[in-house]
């Protein structure tokens, strides 16, 4: 007794009361629009594995994150104490996305200087 081929029939009253209960919705859901989104800046405090970092924002608060497409796709590179830029979804604040590496103003690295022969 499969359905195979053949379509199922609904009585009458159930096909009038189906429709008017999807007719009658309470309130539609509104799905995010992608400029809905919050704007952090942090500074990552652990680097964990599969490039997820926990951050710590400038109001104490950790979050996890994690790196974006683009930052993967030209291998910028993410160690502890860096600060970073993040977009966070209004629906769940505990995650973010890394979207960009502040770089700092007094870099300890410093190149080795070219000797001209």
Known sequence: M???????????????????ETQASPTPVVPAVEGDVIKLEGKV???????????RLANGHIVLAHISGKMRKHYVKIAAGDSVKMEMSPYDTNKARITFRVKETNPTYRPPVRRRY
């Open 2 to 20: 499969g359905c195979q081929g053949a379509a199922m029939r609904l009585p009458e009253g159930l096909k009038t009361s189906l429709s008017r």
């Open 45 to 55: 405090v652990t680097v964990l594995p599969g490039t997820m970092f926990r951050v």
